[in-house]
């Protein structure tokens, strides 16, 4: 919730092509006019880059999110940034995201009620699949764990400023990471079987 960023990323070899349009609306600002021009019915949110992710502060009024994508590209050297807002310093990093919280509600109401928010709750996942279909454990259990505390708070704070949003718990499931995933390993990428769950929550919690 900063003001638009110009920046050159056509020439970055490093950044997929299908990714650019991601980097893009993050930089230009531009997910309203976007929500504008589609009018969905529901807005489904997940918290997992606000959890993860720090914010890059390129001036005093415009700020970028350090995504995955920025993360392996050279871009990430490149860009002028003045200050760095972390997880790590809670405290601060909580006021600006609340800040930036009330900020999102009050450009959102105009093209969206609160009942037509649905917030996903996730979280990372501890274990996978590996090639063979064998259980494998990560080895930076503690880490993950600590992200998963900060997003569970990061949910329950969106929930005192959004009272009447939706909710998908995904939490209690057991469902685990599959390193087959179609856009590759991750933490935050579970099996097939977690998605048609999700898609089966999504639908109960709108009737559709």
């Known amino acids: 919730m900063t003001d638009p960023f110009s920046f050159q990323i056509a020439n970055y070899k490093?950044?997929?092509?299908?990714?650019?349009?991601?980097?893009?609306?993050?930089?230009?600002?531009?997910?309203?006019?976007?929500?504008?021009?589609?009018?969905?019915?529901?807005?489904?949110i997940d918290l997992y880059t606000d959890a993860l992710k720090e914010t890059a502060f390129v001036s005093d009024h415009q700020a970028i999110t350090i995504s995955?994508?920025?993360?392996?590209?050279?871009?990430?050297?490149?860009?002028?940034?003045?200050?760095?807002?972390?997880?790590?310093?809670?405290?601060?990093?909580?006021?600006?995201?609340?800040?930036?919280?009330?900020?999102?509600?009050e450009a959102i109401s105009p093209y969206l009620r609160e009942e037509q928010l649905i917030l996903n709750c996730?979280?990372?996942?501890?274990?996978?699949?590996?090639?063979?279909?064998?259980?494998?454990?990560y080895k930076n259990v503690s880490k993950l764990e600590q992200y998963n505390?900060?997003?569970?708070?990061?949910?329950?704070?969106?929930?005192?400023?959004?009272?009447?949003?939706?909710?998908?718990?995904?939490?209690?499931?057991?469902?685990i990471g599959d390193v087959r995933y179609p856009f590759g390993h991750s933490v935050s990428h579970?099996?097939?079987?977690y998605y048609k769950k999700l898609y089966q929550k999504f639908k109960e919690v709108t009737g559709c």
Do not use: H
Request: net charge positive.
């Open 14 to 44: 490093d950044i997929p092509s299908e990714k650019k349009p991601f980097v893009k609306t993050d930089f230009e600002k531009s997910f309203f006019q976007a929500l504008e021009k589609e009018q969905p019915d529901f807005l489904l």
């Open 68 to 105: 995955p994508i920025i993360e392996q590209s050279q871009i990430r050297n490149d860009l002028p940034i003045k200050k760095i807002i972390s997880q790590t310093d809670w405290p601060l990093f909580l006021a600006y995201w609340m800040d930036a919280i009330e900020r999102f509600k």
């Open 122 to 137: 996730g979280k990372l996942t501890t274990r996978y699949l590996d090639s063979g279909g064998k259980v494998q454990p």
């Open 149 to 175: 505390r900060v997003w569970r708070e990061l949910d329950r704070c969106f929930l005192t400023v959004f009272k009447k949003a939706k909710v998908i718990n995904m939490l209690e499931e057991k469902y």
């Open 190 to 193: 579970y099996e097939s079987a």
